[in-house]
């Protein structure tokens, strides 16, 4: 049962990588506030993140597990960071870009996986999701820190400020057809675990409360 991100790495170097490319050539990633595929960080290093709600996410999402089943016969999958947990953004930049995917240093191999390694910037100071007129004064910061920007945008224009609630679950649901696909075949049950969860989650993978110092 192995673990898996939503986090897709930006490959530009390596066109075999079906992730990236079905991705890209499907316009299958969340969008920044700029309109292009918002690029964070998480495990692998630079990345984009599927779009759930795109009427394509589980074609291509049951392909990539399918593919991945051929080479790796797993029984159940682990599902994790999918609140979306992002390394960059720290408050309130809006998109990031990364001059050094092309050769493979961000990060450098003597930084941490965790350390931001790309370069992040607000676009618009006044755009009223990232800069909404009554902040929460949470001690962690803006909803923004750590996860994909509330300004990006979900297929139908969704702001993920409306949807970030949901990704985990977006992300629940297809993989847990995707596994049904798969395994299905098998007259085996799809197990998922999963870190983010929202109501009616339990109707489709299971939960556990990952790293809650």
């Known amino acids: ?3 898996i991100d939503p986090g897709i790495p930006v490959a530009i170097n390596h ?6 490319t079905d991705g890209i050539e499907k316009d299958l990633f ?14 692998p290093g630079p990345v984009h993140f599927p779009d759930f709600l795109h009427p394509d996410a589980q074609t291509y999402w049951t392909n990539q597990l399918a593919q991945f089943h051929d080479q790796v016969p797993y029984d159940g999958l682990w599902i994790d960071m999918n609140e979306a947990s992002n390394f960059c953004n720290g408050q309130k930049e809006q998109s990031c870009s990364n001059d050094t995917i092309v050769s493979g240093a961000c990060p450098s191999p003597d930084v941490s996986n965790v350390d931001c390694c790309l370069e992040c910037a607000t ?8 800069f909404p007129p009554y902040y929460i004064r949470s001690m962690k910061g803006s909803l923004s820190r750590h996860t994909i920007p509330v300004s990006a945008t979900q297929y139908g224009d969704v702001a993920l400020y409306n949807s970030h609630n949901l990704y985990g679950l977006q992300e629940s649901i297809a993989t847990k057809n995707a596994l049904l696909n798969i395994l299905g075949k098998q007259n085996k049950r ?8 929202f109501v009616s989650s339990g109707v489709h993978v299971n939960k556990w409360s990952g790293d809650n110092g």
Do not use: C, H
């Open 30 to 43: 969340v969008k920044d506030i700029t309109g292009e595929a918002y690029i964070g960080q998480v495990w």
């Open 15 to 20: 066109p075999e990588y079906s992730a990236y």
């Open 1 to 3: 049962m192995p673990i």
């Open 123 to 130: 676009v618009d100071d006044a755009n009223t999701l990232d």
């Open 190 to 197: 799809p197990f998922v675990l999963a870190r983010s969860s």
